[in-house]
């Protein structure tokens, strides 16, 4: 090989390289530290069940979070890059990336804050976390790793089309599960009050537990040895679904939800 032509592939090899540490520095510095919304709470509230968002978009926007499925099928749990869902009938599944979903919050984590309780109910761990919180005035991301002595979580039926059930009447019925000493994790966010109709202020959980074989929306509980991790977000990201119920949709903004029901 001449001398001319070794060093033309040097060169490239080289700039290809570098190419691809700036292509991952890149993608790693890019990563969001806003709180990432896909379509409305009021809009879920006057079920609109379906959505155009994949599960695999749902990791590109975060590693952490919660939400639902299309159809209202169970409840969604992101933590750690990895996507679970609580059926109804009380089981966790693993759903594919091709999957949709309707409504999903996310973030990519990133503790600002690190806090501990001996022990705590619902309520405690909800005054103790906004007493603490810098602002009310943007959002906030938490995970609680705790042992429970007793939890209740929550999950939602499948809803079938042609959709006729508001996410409060669709959820009175929902089925509950009553867990004791069990370990695992509380994933969530709070929302300032001017939020409005965009989502719920306040608080809002959802649990999974260390063995990944329990999970669900957050009722009440009691537990111990709380290591609490706080993320401040600076903004919020939200993208609405690209979908005729959507787009056609006349929203009733009477319809409301308690996310603690």
């Given amino acids: 090989m001449k001398l001319q032509n070794y060093i033309i592939i040097v060169i490239i090899f080289l700039f290809s390289c570098n190419s691809q540490v700036e292509k991952k520095e890149t993608s790693i510095e890019t990563k969001s530290d806003k709180i990432y919304q896909y379509s409305l709470f009021t809009a879920l509230a006057n079920k609109i069940y379906d959505g155009n968002l994949t599960v695999a978009g749902v990791k590109e926007k975060g590693d952490f979070g919660l939400g639902t499925f299309n159809g209202l099928n169970g409840e969604m749990i992101v933590f750690d890059g990895v996507v679970y869902q609580w059926l109804a009938n009380g089981t966790v599944r693993l759903p594919k990336d091709s999957e949709l979903v309707p409504f999903t919050v996310v973030t990519f984590f990133d503790e600002d804050i690190a806090l501990e309780l001996p022990d705590s109910g619902y309520d405690e761990l909800k ?64 929302f300032p009050e001017y939020t409005g109709k965009v989502n719920v202020a306040g608080f809002h959980l959802h649990f999974i537990s260390d063995d990944k074989k329990q999970a669900g929306h957050v009722m009440e509980f009691k537990a111990s040895n709380l290591k609490i991790s706080i993320d401040y977000c600076d903004g919020f990201e939200i993208e609405l679904p690209e979908t005729d119920a959507f787009e056609n949709a006349d929203f009733d903004l009477s319809q409301e939800y308690n996310n603690n029901k």
């Fill in 127 to 190: 005054s103790f976390i906004k007493s603490k919180l810098s602002t009310r005035n943007t959002g906030f991301a938490f995970k609680v790793k705790a042992d429970f002595e007793k939890l209740m979580c929550a999950s939602a039926n499948k809803q079938e089309k042609p959709y006729t059930k508001t996410l409060s009447d669709a959820l009175l019925d929902r089925p509950t599960f009553d867990m004791e000493k069990i370990s695992g994790s509380l994933v969530g966010f709070w």
